[in-house]
């Protein structure tokens, strides 16, 4: 767990990106044991909470290169709304990955439904 707050970015770029990379790796390990441990749901939105962190530091590595394409680029760094996740994440060249975060994101509130009613994913 991280012992200090994230900062904003427009305080200090460096030290936002490097506690944003922490926190991404943080979050990938507890969803790695949530995982192991059975909690596939809980474990899909940790999944989803690392790449959110790890797009965030991203973003704010490439701000400059961003700034002209996204508007309000330093809150969109500071809180990197799930809305923006696909725009983001296909103007750093990961609109794959993005959409696979955001379908662990619609699995962690939906779950699976063996009649495919309530989710997409119908297995358990």
Not at 25 to 50: D, H, M, P
Not at 98 to 109: E, G
């Amino acid at each position: 767990m991280l012992s200090e707050q994230v900062g904003k970015p427009w305080r200090d770029l460096k030290a936002y990106v490097e506690a944003r990379r922490a926190e991404a790796l943080a979050e990938a390990r507890l969803a790695i044991r949530l995982l192991v441990e059975g909690y596939t749901r809980n474990a899909a939105g940790k999944a989803f909470q690392s790449f959110k962190s790890l797009l965030a530091a991203l973003a704010g590595e490439r701000r400059e290169e961003l700034r002209d394409k996204i508007q309000n680029i330093d809150r969109v760094i500071a809180y990197m709304p799930t809305s923006m996740i696909r725009e983001v994440g296909k103007l750093l060249g990961l609109e794959r990955e993005a959409a696979i975060a955001l379908a662990l994101h619609q699995y962690q509130y939906n779950g699976a439904d063996p009649e495919g009613v309530m989710s997409i994913y119908t297995s358990s």
